[in-house]
């Protein structure tokens, strides 16, 4: 009978699911967070798309208040202002009551933050580690102050994690320009899944190598006075490792949805073994581009194959359009994106600039396939220096959702007119994209990176 057979055919289809989901858990969940070079995409994941702190702010408020075992961040800016003041108390509240809370601030983005705070968060009994704290003047001299941990993730009882490009600061409210009419733009997402175990072990390590890199003579003393130091010993390495306990395993595996078929994967970049894995993911995804490619990022300066990548695909018909600043936070930045728009719009790319308020928002969307949401911008410091987090989501249903999203932004912009056929750049527009270069090089030689940009 046609629809018995039907109905066994989705009865399959579900079995082949949860089956290839489950075979992705057990295959990812022992690896340490650094061992793949490339993304590796599981099934079973539920990915919510979030807009700004008004969204944000909320969910992780009502996740954090729920949580019964632990809760992990990694964050570059901390700020108790308004909104996001809720989600400190938060995890203070947690804290109290048992939870471990874990959280591992840049000591270069948070550095404003008020001592009171830190002072308060560790008397609730928060866990806090500085990811290279900026002592003086002389910080500027040491190569590795200038690779800074700009990662936005959360994750609470290894089952709920959140990422993006929101830092925990209020959407109106700017470090260097104060506070605002209107909100920032910026996204995150929110998942569930077997994907929120790559996440789990990248906030774990960050926030052990801090956690090391500030304390780790003490460490060692205490490990030498210790009558048990084998013991800590191994579990000191296994933390290195980062690989889940069976305990955290089994949790994570209990918490999988293994009906979805949403399927994703966590990407990042370090100084380790993912140096090049957000931009060569994004980079392999512009190339496969059939119909469009949007892209929304504040600071825009890639290296010269991507930005060959857009000139080909809109040479070939994709549509190609960028969103980038309208309302200029850093005034350089600005100047690093206008001097390649020449270049772009010369073979058929489209920019845009956003106008309402402040753009922070880090997304890359191809088709309707294919989707990035995270804390990287397609800038040197983004692709060669810092550490950054993203997620890719293949699901055509998710992708349509963002993409909807993302026309509205760009109704809300600006449309920066193409030369005139046969228009090519002037002397000033050389000596701007020459200084640019320049600036961009000797930034990257003092932050001891070689080789061409």
């Given amino acids: ?22 075979a992705d858990f057990h295959a990812l969940a022992g690896l340490a967070w650094y061992a793949q070079r490339k993304p590796v995409f599981t099934g079973g994941n539920r990915v919510r798309l979030l807009q700004g702190g008004r969204d944000l702010f909320p969910a992780l408020t009502e996740r954090i208040d729920a949580a019964q075992d632990s809760v992990w ?26 939870v471990q809370v874990h959280l591992v601030v840049d000591g270069l983005g948070s550095r404003e933050a008020p ?36 990662l936005k993730l959360c994750v609470v ?34 998942a569930q899944g077997p994907v929120v175990t790559p996440v789990l072990h990248t906030v774990k390590a960050v926030w052990t190598r801090a956690q090391f890199g500030r304390d780790w003579r003490d460490d060692l003393t205490q490990w030498a006075q210790d009558p048990n130091r084998l013991k800590r010993l191994q579990e000191l390495l296994r933390q290195a490792r980062l690989r889940l306990s069976p305990q955290e395993q089994s949790d994570i595996a209990q918490a999988v949805n293994l009906s979805l078929p949403m399927r994703s994967a966590f990407v990042m970049r370090d100084n380790l073994r993912q140096r090049r894995t957000i931009e060569q993911a994004s980079l392999q995804a512009i190339l496969q581009a059939r119909q469009r490619i949007d892209i929304v990022t504040p600071y825009f300066y890639p290296h010269r194959a991507i930005r060959l990548a857009l000139r080909s695909a809109a ?63 397609l800038d040197p410091l983004s692709l060669v220096l810092n550490l950054e987090g993203n997620l890719i989501v293949k699901d055509r249903g998710f992708v349509r959702t963002l993409s909807a999203s993302l026309n509205e ?3 809300l912009s600006r449309e920066v007119p193409p030369p005139p056929n046969g228009h090519r750049p002037g002397w000033w527009a050389r000596v701007r994209r020459g200084f640019v270069a320049w600036v961009a090089k000797t930034y990257l030689r003092l932050a001891g990176v070689t080789g061409r940009y």
């Fill in 409 to 411: 932004d760009f109704a």
């Fill in 157 to 190: 009882d290894g089952a709920h994690a959140f990422i993006g490009g929101i830092n925990l600061i209020d959407d109106h409210y700017d470090l260097h320009h104060g506070w605002s009419d209107q909100p920032r733009l910026d996204y995150a997402l929110q």
């Fill in 315 to 377: 040479s070939r018909g994709v549509e190609v359009r960028l969103l980038l600043q309208g309302k200029l936070d850093y005034r350089i930045a600005g100047l690093a994106a206008q001097v390649l728009y020449h270049e772009l719009q010369w073979h058929g790319v489209r920019i845009f600039e956003y106008q309402p308020a402040f753009l922070h928002a880090k997304v890359l969307c191809v088709d309707d396939e294919w989707a990035t949401v995270g804390s990287s911008n």
């Fill in 1 to 22: 009978m046609p629809g018995k057979d039907a109905g066994e055919a989705a009865d399959r289809a579900a079995d082949h699911t949860a089956e290839t989901a489950t």
């Fill in 73 to 98: 961040l990694a964050l570059y800016i901390v700020s108790p202002l308004g909104q996001s003041g809720g989600v400190l108390q938060a995890l203070m509240r947690a804290a109290r009551r048992g």
């Fill in 115 to 150: 001592e009171a705070l830190w002072k308060d968060m560790a008397a609730a009994g928060v866990q806090l580690a500085v990811y290279r704290p900026v002592k003086g003047w002389s910080a500027i001299f040491d190569a590795g102050q200038w690779r800074r941990m700009h």
